[in-house]
């Protein structure tokens, strides 16, 4: 049997991979990357904007339905920052994002963070919004060698242990980006 192909508007094999071990064997899961392309500019001043600006980018190159995702990482006490600015938030890779951080947060007390998750599905016609938040708090050191991003830095709430302290299969249980899949597979399935 065929499964159906689910473009992601991405380029980011790590967001890839984590997508298609939540999805299983339901969809599978192509990138922009597998057409040849490259992301479109972030320009959006929300999650929202920008999950619709890379869904319809990969909708007008490939003409299939896509989903534009954008997550960020939301800090309390910094007055929701990074945000959307997330992955460009230090100018450098991950690492930078990461130290930048944790510099912003020494000393402070509240350390309150969520991660969002909003995915956008575009047809052609219509722009279809799904959302999944995972709340948690920013440690003092980096704790972990999995994940990727800020994952070594974020404890879910209810938990003692970094996203990056997690088996991927224990992440992908609990994650934002989990979160919105399973919003956007329970309104596939009452349209379908």
């Known amino acids: 049997m065929n499964r159906p192909v ?5 380029t980011n094999p790590h967001k890839a991979m984590e997508i298609q071990d939540i999805l299983g064997t339901c969809f599978v899961v192509r990138t922009l ?13 929300t999650l929202e904007e920008n999950a619709e600006i890379k869904a319809r980018y990969a909708y007008e190159r490939t003409g299939l339905p896509s989903v534009g995702e954008d997550t960020g990482l939301f800090v309390r006490a910094l007055n929701w920052a990074p945000g959307i600015y997330s992955a460009r938030f230090s100018g450098g890779g991950d ?11 020494r000393g402070e007390r509240d350390r309150y963070a969520e991660f969002r998750t909003v995915l956008a599905l575009y047809d052609g016609r219509d722009v279809r919004v799904f959302r999944g938040v995972l709340s948690g708090r920013i440690t003092t050191v980096e704790r972990g060698e999995g994940g990727f991003g800020y994952d070594p830095l974020f404890v879910p709430e209810g938990y003692d242990r970094t996203l990056a302290e997690m088996s991927p299969q224990e992440k992908n249980a ?9 919003s956007f597979l329970k309104w596939l399935v009452r349209e379908i």
Do not use: V
Request: glycine fraction near 10%.
């Open 6 to 10: 689910l473009l992601f508007a991405t």
């Open 33 to 45: 990357l597998d057409y040849g392309l490259g992301g479109p500019e972030e320009t959006g001043a």
């Open 95 to 105: 690492r930078d994002n990461r130290e930048k951080l944790l510099y912003l947060m």
């Open 174 to 182: 609990i994650s934002h980006r989990r979160r919105a899949l399973m």
